[in-house]
């Protein structure tokens, strides 16, 4: 009997295979061929779920995206309200969750390492504009609804501007990530969040 394969399955391991040539070759090294082989997958059978590289380029790009919001979105809702939480914790909560866009493990970086080269490409790739449009404005959606719910909470100081401390922590998770990816000898997993939680108790200065 011929075997039957599970479509979703598929485009898994494929996705999975990509993150792989990413994280070790680059993007300009990922091609059809390249991903096929880490997939242990002949050619043909990668074609037969994306027409070319630029769609399986963005069909990951899409998938990676999906799963690190599901997951902040879920920590957001596991958080619940933060007011029932002391002052101390609270920050605590938010470093954690804030903490799953930096590359302090093997998965995390390895995500980070292919949104940088994801962003890059779009920089001179009109393909990859649009979504990594779709990124930047998506990650400061979820970091507005973070600092609303400290503010709600009483943990920021009255009259904070949530408009620019987006923007700085924005500022700050990026330049984390990449300084982290590009130098991990210089900058690793332990002082990245010692940063970020630097970072959040100077903003919740004068708070409850």
């Excluded at 600092?147 to 904070?160: A, I, W």
């Amino acid at each position: 009997m011929p075997k039957i394969v599970d479509p979703e399955a598929r485009r898994r391991d494929v996705v999975d295979a990509l993150f792989r040539v990413v994280v070790r070759d680059g993007l300009q090294r990922a091609s059809l061929r390249a991903v096929a082989g880490e997939a242990g997958l002949n050619i043909g059978s990668v074609r037969h779920y994306f027409a070319g590289q630029r769609e399986l380029m963005e069909f990951v790009m899409r998938a990676m995206l999906d799963r690190v919001t599901r997951r902040l979105l879920c920590g957001v809702e596991e958080i619940g309200d933060l007011g029932a939480y002391a002052r101390a914790e609270r920050l605590r909560l938010v470093a954690g969750l804030l903490s799953e866009l930096l590359p302090l493990d093997g998965r995390r970086r390895a995500e980070v390492v292919v949104f940088l080269e994801f962003t890059l490409a779009a920089r001179t790739d009109p393909a990859f504009a649009e979504i990594a449009r779709q990124t930047a404005v998506g990650t400061r959606r979820l970091l507005r609804r973070v600092l609303v719910r400290l503010d709600e909470s009483g943990t920021l100081p009255h009259g904070r501007d949530l408009g620019v401390e987006v923007e700085r922590l924005a500022a700050l998770l990026d330049g984390l990530g990449q300084a982290a990816v590009v130098h991990p000898d210089v900058l690793g997993p332990a002082r990245c969040e010692e940063v970020l939680v630097t970072h959040l108790e100077e903003l919740a200065g004068g708070g409850r």
